[in-house]
């Protein structure tokens, strides 16, 4: 124990002193600073630590001062919870190491000593991860990214034991797409030989996609905002399929009424109308380089390609044409049609049989 080497190389002055006393007082200096120096060679004076970290359940000597010697093993202390930090007087840490016989130790005018002990921090985000990746594409999920997960008990950062560093990995993965009910274990490893930390988790799990919704009531006909829509994951079997795009939805008509929190589909949506009902339109005629404009009015909604009906205001006709801009309908004319004559053919040398061509007429 260190108190017996101090006792003995105090001893060993005691002994020395006198026949010290008869040399010459160079000498007796001399001497004398010989046998400190042996002294302090052979006896490292202890040196407090102000700041300790411990890996284990317990504080040792070894942990608290430097050049412990055989006492370092000595547990003195429990060590504080994972991931934190205590603090301890230091005349309270010299009573104890008195108490084991340690003593003279140099506190270098330390009054505390800070004990931290080591932990590795799994964070929640880590645990969700983790349970997401053990179910992928498990019964048709899809990837993880795209899970929906909800856990039975609240998931919060778990601090493991510093030894505990190897990678987390499932060991037991369940999941059944009746109920979306999962159950997975993961597995902490660590170098140490010790048996591996497993960490169960339950919930329930659901494919999610990323769909346009609706953040007020849209009326028919209305235009499609910005402003009208968000991004938002919903349940896959929710939403189903032919989900549109953002950049899809964007200025586009509602098909029909719909209500804030409804997720968009193509199918709910059309290109904005370029001619509606009952609105001036102008009228287009094309035909053998004839180019003619009359004034209508349509009977029907149309964008771009739709072919609706219309009035024209000149003949009070309804016709019927193609919508090729904004209030603008283009009326395919009437084709040529033959018609067979009713007139007896004449003689060859007389008369040349033919067909009788009607001409298109503007409506």
Request: glycine share 8%; aromatic share 2%; net charge neutral.
């Amino acid at each position: 124990m260190p108190l017996r080497s101090v006792l003995l190389t105090a001893a060993m002055v005691a002994i020395a002193t006198p026949a010290l006393a008869q040399q010459s007082p160079v000498k007796v200096a001399s001497a004398q600073a010989g046998i400190a120096s042996v002294a302090a060679d052979a006896i490292p004076i202890p040196v407090l630590k102000p700041e300790v970290k411990v890996s284990g359940a317990v504080v040792r000597i070894g942990d608290m001062i430097d050049n412990a010697g055989s006492a370092a093993r000595i547990a003195i202390y429990r060590a504080p919870d994972l991931g934190t930090t205590g603090v301890l007087p230091t005349a309270q840490v010299l009573n104890v190491l008195r108490a084991h016989q340690v003593i003279g130790v140099d506190t270098r005018n330390i009054r505390q000593v800070s004990v931290t002990r080591l932990a590795r921090t799994v964070g929640s985000d880590d645990i969700e991860l983790q349970v997401a990746v053990a179910l992928e594409h498990r019964n048709g999920l899809g990837d993880a990214k795209d899970l929906s997960l909800t856990f039975d008990t609240d998931v919060h950062t778990i601090q493991l034991d510093a030894a505990n560093n190897g990678a987390i990995i499932p060991v037991a993965t369940h999941y059944d797409p009746r109920n979306n009910r999962f159950d997975v274990t993961l597995e902490v490893g660590n170098d140490s030989g010790r048996e591996p930390v497993r960490l169960r988790f339950t919930g329930t799990a659901v494919a999610t996609i990323e769909a346009p919704v609706l953040i007020r009531d849209i009326d028919r006909g209305a235009i499609i905002k910005s402003s009208d829509v968000e991004m938002q994951r919903r349940p896959r079997a929710e939403v189903g399929n032919g989900v549109a795009a953002r950049d899809a939805v964007i200025g586009m008509q509602a098909r029909h009424q719909m209500r804030a929190g409804q997720a968009l589909h193509a199918i709910d949506l059309a290109k904005q109308d370029l001619v509606q009902r009952d609105q001036p339109v102008t009228l287009i005629y094309k035909a053998a380089g004839i180019y003619l404009t009359v004034r209508g009015k349509a009977v029907d909604n149309g964008t771009d390609g739709d072919v609706v009906n219309a009035v024209n205001l000149q003949s009070k006709r309804t016709v019927t044409g193609v919508v090729v801009g904004r209030g603008q309908i283009e009326i395919s004319p009437v084709m040529p049609r033959q018609v067979a004559s009713a007139v007896p053919a004449a003689p060859a040398d007389t008369a040349d049989t033919h067909d009788v061509h009607v001409s298109p007429k503007a409506e």
